[in-house]
């Protein structure tokens, strides 16, 4: 097995970058999700209530964000140590982010057409579920530090759909080839390089999964409906449609494109159910 590419989404909800080599962070890949545009109250927002946020693209270059899109580009400076602290909620937590300049709000504001802002999570905290991943922190993705895939997985689910969609809609961080179909399921702990990650949690999909990355145009209502025939999850306080695992780094350095990946742990994987 081995990595098959690499990609991180600097603002959340933005369009993925694709890299040949990562740092691997206790909070995931570096610059992953370290920026977060929140509405009037605090509240994040991403790809579900903004599916158009799809088709911008966000840089990291020197303690900068480059963000652009149709309607132009933006340099986007990293707040300083004076800049203003933000109470942000994300899920169900309630957080903290540094404002970012002015301008990057109102061009976010002004492509969206309702007002928000862009925060920066800089050194500020944000702890991993106690359940799952007790000790560990995350940046501002959905809960966990990576979002780890398989190449077979997808080949296996674009057989049982009716028109095959590409990885990108499933957002992941880490995505593995040479893997069985769904081996990702049994997988504890596994290795890449030098680094070592726990498998955590399965992640269950939402709507975004649903949006052309490319576009930001909603598909119908694929691949969810094709997942719920075999990739149903029902466990007590986890229920949904599972494509991908979660991982935190256990031991971090760096990755790259080509690195051999060995499993070092294995657990019974979950039962899933099927919805007609």
């Known amino acids: 097995m081995k990595v098959e590419s690499l990609?991180?989404?600097?603002?959340?909800?933005?369009?993925?970058?694709?890299?040949?080599?990562?740092?691997?962070?206790?909070?995931?890949?570096?610059?992953?999700?370290?920026?977060?545009?929140?509405?009037?109250?605090?509240?994040?927002?991403?790809?579900?209530?903004?599916?158009?946020?799809?088709?911008?693209?966000?840089?990291?270059?020197?303690?900068?964000?480059?963000?652009s899109g149709e309607h132009g580009s933006i340099t986007v400076p990293q707040p300083g140590a004076g800049a203003e602290r933000l109470p942000v909620i994300l899920w169900k937590q309630n957080i903290e982010g540094y404002v970012a300049a002015p301008e990057a709000s109102a061009w976010f504001s002004d492509f969206l057409g309702t007002p928000c802002r862009l925060v920066w999570q800089g050194d500020l905290p944000r702890p991993t579920s106690e359940q799952y991943a007790p000790g560990h922190q995350a940046s501002y993705a959905d809960g966990f530090p990576l979002l780890v895939t398989v190449t077979a997985s997808l080949d296996d689910l674009n057989r049982r759909m009716p028109q095959a969609l590409?990885?990108?809609?499933?957002?992941?961080?880490?995505?593995?080839?040479?893997?069985?179909?769904?081996?990702?399921?049994?997988?504890?702990k596994i290795r890449i390089g030098a680094v070592t990650l726990d498998i955590v949690k399965p992640c269950t999909r939402c709507v975004v999964t649903t949006t052309d990355q490319q576009t930001g145009a909603k598909d119908g209502n694929e691949p969810l409906n094709?997942?719920?025939?075999?990739?149903?999850?029902?466990?007590?306080?986890?229920?949904?449609?599972?494509?991908?695992?979660?991982?935190?780094?256990?031991?971090?350095?760096?990755?790259?494109v080509g690195d051999a990946v060995e499993v070092l742990e294995t657990q019974t994987p979950p039962v899933f159910v099927a919805v007609a």
């Open 166 to 188: 590409p990885m990108n809609r499933f957002r992941p961080n880490i995505v593995i080839s040479g893997a069985a179909p769904w081996a990702e399921d049994g997988w504890k």
């Open 226 to 256: 094709t997942l719920k025939t075999f990739r149903l999850l029902r466990q007590p306080g986890l229920t949904g449609v599972v494509f991908g695992q979660n991982a935190v780094p256990v031991v971090t350095g760096t990755v790259k």
């Open 7 to 67: 990609h991180i989404y600097p603002v959340k909800g933005l369009r993925a970058v694709g890299l040949d080599a990562a740092a691997v962070e206790p909070r995931g890949l570096a610059h992953d999700r370290r920026w977060m545009l929140v509405d009037a109250t605090g509240k994040f927002i991403t790809q579900r209530e903004q599916p158009k946020l799809a088709t911008l693209k966000a840089d990291v270059t020197d303690g900068s964000l480059r963000l």
